[in-house]
């Protein structure tokens, strides 16, 4: 706990004790507390995050030579701060998951300490003690905190350039002049949109050109600095600028803004929270003279430039990002310290007793933690995913990856040495049969024989970058494939292929435990290769004429009988089971038959719901997958429900479609069992 003398100025509190942060021992014990709370919540579960995106970019880069990475940073789009550190790091703890992801790790911490620091000996201990609650309970800062980017890193360094720019204004020494070059210039170098962080120090500099010359001047001799240390960079910079039309963002509307700025406020109400409290607080600062609610302590400047700090290079993003996209929460993740500082410090200031205080801040705190997620859901899970990829290969089968660039994520859990033996990576992985380039002279995919080939496994993650129009799968179809299952999750997935003379996933079909004859979707009990009890649902929709009258069920071209959906009959026949009645088994696969007109909307989901609430959803958008609208393709869907899922729990298993355009449905087959598909 900490004594209540540090919340004195929440209120008057008598006290005869001079005790609390006064004291350099409890102070310590104090730092040293915060530092275990930040490591323990920040390191939560951190062995079962798996790389992805990005940061496998930067821990298979920052595993090569000085020599190689001087090439790569003269051609990157990103400064070579963090890899740079990255790459000593990993010299030190080795090139692991953990140990890359812990440099952030320690970053996100020590930034949080400082803010602390930073607001205690510059503002009060209670603006101390609400900004790093608030930083250490964010859940964008949190996500971040963990990823082997460079983004921790820029918090760390935004809240000691703060901390020494601040140090200048108060009392400004010749070492402040070094140490604020040095840090806004390993900001410049380690992210180039910290430049708003620089911007926001100099429009407020000039509010002490009167007040503090000695500090304006300290100022501008460490931009100088900065200017003539970055300026050789500078040609490189521009070089290595994407061209417009070529980057892998867009130009954010106001939908990008409203989402990215609930990103940083962590949850949408919390936006709105926030937002409340900054528009009520900047009113209140604006007429305290007339009000009179703020204590004496209180300095304006101070509060305007946490303001600035958090609104200003929001908005310069967004307006940059017209030109070149790059507006995303991550890049200016560090506009939430002025957020947090801004809340802090004006609350601290406010005339009213303690206990007032008190009563106003359990509600807020409640709610931050009630918004905190301390697990949160990756983009990509290639940890969990490539071993089941791999558990389905045997020596006729082939893997292909896409996109191009995804072969780092997948080789460092597929075969850890060729991602670690990075200049024979191609040739490690084709020893494997796996394969990600199509037309590479020595390891392309196009080259192979075919005939010895029973089955391919197409691992996709951004593919819709690289190959939008599915030419991918139109070639191993045109190879004498047919697709058999398809799993997705977020960004990533794979489908498997197998030889059209081959069955999928052979069922024996064991007894029919259909309730009625006249079921659109018939239950049979069935056997799978491995000999194991499985769940059959099965509907070909004729049903010996039982559903003759049913104005959904059509007879289109194909002379078969069709399940109609579009906006008047949205959904499917489905299937809908309590989880205790799988009796374990929850691999699930969906094939079925579809036609859909061009803008018709279809997904295909597995739904686990209980009390309104969704427990668990695997849903798949149709026209992602259909190569050519207007015509006939085979869809399939697997999924495998997570552990932990209350037996009264349902599931739901269907098709839907929205939109006025129809959407045909034929063949509708789900197997449920145990293991994995």
Not at 146 to 156: D, F, G, K, N, S
Not at 294 to 299: K, R
Not at 475 to 498: D, N, P, Q, W
Not at 616 to 635: Q, Y
């Amino acid at each position: 706990m900490i004594p209540r003398e540090y919340l004195s100025t929440m209120g008057e509190i008598p006290t005869n004790k001079k005790q609390g942060l006064n004291s350099k021992l409890i102070f310590f014990l104090l730092l040293f507390f915060l530092f275990l709370l930040s490591l323990f919540i920040r390191t939560y579960g951190l062995s079962l995050e798996s790389l992805y995106g990005d940061e496998m970019y930067s821990v298979f880069h920052g595993q090569k030579s000085l020599s190689e990475l001087k090439v790569i940073f003269l051609n990157d789009q990103n400064p070579p701060m963090h890899i740079a550190l990255l790459h000593f790091w990993m010299e030190i703890f080795g090139v692991t998951e953990i140990a890359s992801k812990m440099l952030s790790v320690a970053c996100s911490v020590f930034a949080g300490l400082i803010l602390f620091l930073f607001a205690k000996k510059f503002l009060n201990i209670q603006t101390a003690v609400i900004a790093f609650f608030l930083f250490l309970f964010s859940n964008s800062q949190h996500y971040f905190s963990t990823e082997v980017r460079p983004y921790a890193l820029i918090q760390l360094l935004c809240i000691s350039s703060f901390y020494i720019y601040f140090n200048l204004l108060t009392k400004p020494k010749k070492s402040d002049v070094i140490f604020l070059w040095l840090i806004n210039l390993s900001l410049l170098f380690t992210h180039y949109l910290s430049v708003f962080i620089l911007v926001v120090q100099f429009v407020f500099i000039w509010g002490y050109f009167k007040e503090n010359r000695k500090a304006f001047v300290y100022y501008f001799v460490s931009q100088i600095f900065l200017v003539i240390s970055f300026l050789p960079w500078v040609s490189i910079l521009l070089s290595n600028v994407p061209k417009e039309g070529s980057f892998w963002n867009i130009a954010p509307n106001f939908d990008a803004f409203r989402y990215h700025t609930n990103v940083l406020s962590g949850s949408e109400t919390l936006f709105y929270v926030f937002s409340a409290f900054v528009s009520l607080s900047f009113l209140i600062v604006v007429f305290n003279n007339q009000l009179k609610v703020l204590s004496m302590e209180f300095n304006r400047k101070h509060y305007f430039v946490f303001v600035t700090l958090y609104i200003l290079p929001i908005v310069l993003d967004f307006i940059v990002s017209q030109k070149t996209p790059v507006f995303h929460a991550r890049y200016i993740l560090y506009t939430t310290i002025g957020l947090f500082l801004c809340i802090a410090y004006f609350f601290s200031n406010l005339k009213m007793k303690f206990l007032y205080k008190f009563l106003f801040i359990i509600p807020f705190a409640l709610l931050i933690l009630t918004s905190f997620e301390i697990t949160q859901e990756r983009e990509d899970d290639w940890k969990r995913m490539v071993p089941v990829v791999k558990s389905k290969q045997d020596k006729n089968t082939v893997i292909f990856i896409s996109a191009t660039y995804k072969y780092m994520d997948f080789a460092f859990y597929y075969d850890y040495e060729s991602f670690r033996n990075y200049s024979k990576s191609a040739e490690m992985l084709a020893k494997n049969n796996v394969y990600y380039c199509e037309k590479c002279p020595l390891y392309g995919w196009e080259n192979l024989n075919y005939d010895t080939i029973n089955k391919v496994i197409y691992v996709h993650s951004h593919s819709q970058f690289q190959d939008p129009d599915h030419k991918i799968e139109e070639f191993i179809v045109s190879k004498g494939f047919k697709e058999c299952s398809y799993y997705k999750r977020i960004s990533t997935g794979y489908t498997v292929f197998v030889k059209n003379e081959l069955a999928c996933n052979p069922i024996e079909i064991i007894a029919d435990v259909s309730d009625n004859p006249c079921d659109l979707v018939k239950s049979f009990i069935g056997k799978n290769v491995k000999g194991d009890s499985c769940l059959v649902f099965h509907s070909s929709f004729m049903n010996a004429g039982c559903n003759i009258d049913n104005p959904s069920i059509i007879f289109t071209d194909t002379g078969r009988a069709s399940y109609l959906i579009n906006e008047q009959n949205q959904f499917s026949p489905g299937i809908v089971k309590k989880i205790s009645e799988l009796n374990g088994k929850t691999a699930i696969s969906i094939n079925a038959l579809v036609y859909n007109e061009k803008k018709s909307i279809g997904h295909m989901v597995i739904s686990v719901e209980k009390d309104g609430e969704s427990l668990f959803r695997a849903d798949l958008i149709v026209l992602e997958k259909m190569k050519v609208p207007n015509n006939w393709n085979n869809i399939s869907l697997i999924a495998n429900l997570p552990s932990g899922i209350s037996d009264d729990a349902e599931l739901k298993i269907y098709v839907w479609n929205r939109a006025k355009e129809n959407f045909y449905i034929e063949n509708f087959k789900v197997v449920i069992q145990k293991g994995e598909f």
